[in-house]
């Protein structure tokens, strides 16, 4: 598909085309990392990478974030200088291979969406041939346009909106990515939620050092410390506590991923300040 875009590129001389194809290619890169990435993420936790390699897949969304970005401003730039002075574009033809890219964009979302809903690094992948399809469609209109009325710049117009496509799309990858790394609390996680469910348990004082992040999209994590009634200690109901409260983790808020330090009120005074949050 990407030799089919670059041909129609230079035989029509449509830049939408140029930018349709650039766009491919990208995509296909950013399918490339993808698998790669995936295959990382399946590797068994180590001694130095207690994880594994579970945010590879956050690492490659951040690098087609940066391919995209890149390319959606070259697009921006040349669409700019063809509306001050557009050249000659084979409308006919550019409808013609602006199909046999819809075609496949279309075949591939098919592929992608399943993977999309759970998967950030796919859902970036689903995204970007998305916007290829929009891309195609706004092709084949400016095609329409130039074959019907000779308006040039149509052209130029239908690469300028393959640009505006991209950007936006960006920023959204972007900030969901960088909340990843920068270990922000993960999209529909209620953190106020969650302390009110822990202290409202029959046992339970207080809860402190409370944090909530995730390894890689769809993996949340959290860990706190919990106090407790000097009675859980004496009894050695430590492990009860703990049973209860990874259920009530994983039922209320689906984190599986649960780490608690079960402690007497009288220990928080030992603890470090970054503790006492």
């Given amino acids: 598909m990407i030799a089919a875009m670059v041909v129609g590129a230079w035989a029509t001389g449509s830049l939408a085309l140029v930018a349709e194809a650039g766009h491919v290619a990208v995509d296909g890169s950013g399918v490339a990392i993808a698998l ?53 574009v084979a409308g006919g033809w550019v409808i013609a291979f602006a199909v046999v890219g819809l075609i496949g964009n279309g075949v591939s979302l098919l592929l992608l969406v399943r993977g999309s809903r759970t998967s950030l690094n796919v859902r970036a992948v689903f995204l970007e ?4 399809a929009i891309g195609s469609v706004a092709i084949i209109v400016s095609g329409v346009v130039i074959l019907t009325t000779g308006f040039q710049r149509a052209d130029a117009i239908a690469a300028l909106v393959i640009g505006v496509v991209i950007v936006p799309r960006v920023f959204v990858l972007l900030r969901q990515s960088v909340n990843i790394i920068m270990q922000g609390v993960p999209a529909g996680i209620d953190v106020d939620a969650i302390r009110t469910h822990i202290v409202a348990m029959n046992g339970v004082q207080d809860v402190h050092s409370l944090h909530v ?31 209860r409260l990874v259920e009530c983790l994983r039922g209320h808020f689906e984190i599986e991923h649960c780490t608690f330090q079960i402690e007497p009120h009288q220990h928080r005074s030992h603890e470090g300040s970054y503790h006492q949050i």
């Fill in 36 to 88: 790669v990435a995936s295959r990382l993420a399946t590797r068994a936790p180590s001694n130095t990478r207690t994880f594994g390699w579970m945010r590879a897949e956050i690492v490659a969304a951040l690098l087609n974030c940066v391919l995209l970005l890149a390319l959606g401003v070259y697009i921006a730039y040349g669409a700019l200088q063809r509306l001050a002075d557009p050249p000659e």
């Fill in 213 to 243: 992040w995730a390894v890689t999209s769809g993996v949340p994590v959290i860990s706190a410390h919990v106090v407790v009634d000097d009675d859980v200690i004496a009894s050695g109901s430590g492990a009860e506590m703990l049973d």
């Fill in 129 to 132: 041939v998305a916007s290829d």
